[in-house]
């Protein structure tokens, strides 16, 4: 699982995970204890996080409507395209045209696409760690070379600069920004992510800006996104419906050339964008043509309430609340950074005050065994003994994971003498 060796998706350890317990059955069958996962970036698995009424009765008018049962242009329905330009518009010091966005299966499609178009011989792109491996998988199949420059938890998880320069060289082709972070709950600053935009400009690569997360940011810090930079390094935009619109099962995301300079105007570029879209068919052209439903177009009559986006910043922040707090009652794990957007968080594992735990896969493995919580270690994204705790549940259901981790803890502490000994 660790970078560099053979890599394992997230979903391929958490299935591994629930596999562990699905083996604690008592004598008639039923699971020990209810499972509680804290390990999986999905909303909807709590009732708590549900996307609006308003979304589900436009797809259902749309699907009945029999308009939409034919194939659509591969880079997105022209109306698809323009609501999207629209709405990242609001927060860009310009404006963008429908022609500068392409509609992707998820996010994790227009990832593909990024990466798929900047690989070339002797290639290598600039990941974080700790991030998402989907980059690292994808780089792979595209012959890229993989270098990671590290965050700084005592920093806000910020980007050691210093460590992008030293990495870049001249077949560096593009560095990545995950904003807000996933995997550890930061929001980026105005100041720091215009030094990203500086440092790319001067090491002469693009930006990839992940905003999978965009405006899920709850703390001090309002989200940027990295396109205001736009006029001053190249930008491609990557980002979805799924986390905002607590919809991820519909895999609907955009690849966005936020570029005001033009870089990606050639031509020859664009030629291949649409040759390579072509390829990959899009996705379902009803999910494509009901976007303006979200809130997109200002022109939509049914725009998405803003409560619904007020109640689900109110629902992340209380719910990473609880978790830093828990956190702050079990000694053998720690968080310096109370998270401030998306839906998840790192938390460090003090291995020296467990007596019979190897490492974060063997305390993630026991954990979920003995008491049926599911966390994600930090391993499979990079960190090697921490763990990504994802805080999109509620709040009762992060109470008893944080209750049974405790009970985790004091059953496999080590004594006082025991620690002295080691110390």
């Not at 709590?46 to 996307?51: A, E, I, K, V």
């Not at 009945?64 to 860009?92: C, M, W």
């Not at 310009?94 to 996010?107: A, E, R």
Request: with cysteine; hydrophobic share 40%; net charge negative.
């Amino acid at each position: 699982m660790e970078n560099g060796g053979s890599t394992i998706t997230i979903k391929g350890i958490l299935s591994l995970l629930m596999e562990s317990i699905s083996e604690l059955e008592d004598e008639e069958g039923r699971c020990v204890k209810r499972v509680i996962s804290l390990g999986m970036g999905d909303p909807t698995l709590y009732s708590c996080f549900r996307t609006t009424q308003v979304s589900l009765q436009a797809v259902s008018d749309s699907l009945l409507s029999n308009k939409f049962h034919g194939y659509a242009p591969t880079v997105g329905l022209p109306q698809t395209r323009r609501a999207i330009a629209e709405y990242l518009s609001r927060d860009l010091p310009y404006k963008l045209s429908q022609d500068d966005v392409f509609i992707t299966s998820g996010c994790t499609q227009a990832i593909d696409v990024a990466l798929a178009m900047l690989a070339r011989p002797r290639a290598n792109i600039l990941l974080p760690r700790p991030g998402f491996p989907i980059y690292e998988l994808c780089a792979k199949f595209r012959n890229l070379e993989v270098r990671y420059f590290d965050l700084l938890p005592e920093n806000g998880w910020e980007i050691d600069l210093d460590a992008v320069e030293s990495l870049a060289d001249e077949n560096t082709v593009a560095l990545v920004v995950i904003n807000p972070g996933n995997p550890c709950g930061n929001v980026y600053s105005y100041l720091h992510l215009m030094k990203i935009a500086e440092t790319a400009k001067k090491l002469g690569i693009l930006v990839i800006a992940d905003e999978v997360y965009g405006h899920l940011a709850f703390g001090s810090k309002p989200f940027v996104p990295m396109g205001v930079f736009g006029s001053i390094v190249p930008v491609l935009t990557l980002g979805s419906l799924s986390k905002r619109w607590i919809v991820p099962g519909w895999r609907l995301g955009w690849f966005v050339t936020t570029d005001p300079s033009g870089s990606f105007k050639d031509p020859k570029i664009i030629e291949r964008f649409k040759k390579y879209f072509d390829i990959l068919g899009g996705p379902a052209t009803l999910s494509r043509f009901r976007i303006n439903f979200y809130g997109f177009s200002s022109k939509d009559t049914n725009i998405t309430d803003e409560s619904f986006f007020k109640k689900t910043l109110n629902s992340l922040k209380n719910s990473s609340d609880i978790c830093y707090d828990w956190i702050n009652e079990i000694p053998c794990i720690d968080s310096s950074h109370r998270p401030e957007g998306s839906m998840a968080m790192m938390v460090k594992l003090n291995l020296s005050l467990l007596e019979d735990i190897s490492d974060d896969i063997d305390f993630c493995f026991k954990l979920a065994r003995e008491e049926s919580v599911i966390l994600l270690p930090g391993t499979a994204v990079g960190l090697k003994n921490w763990l990504r705790i994802t805080f999109a549940a509620d709040a009762s259901s992060i109470e008893e994971a944080f209750k049974r981790i405790k009970c985790f803890y004091l059953r496999h502490a080590k004594t006082q003498s025991q620690t002295i000994v080691d110390l």
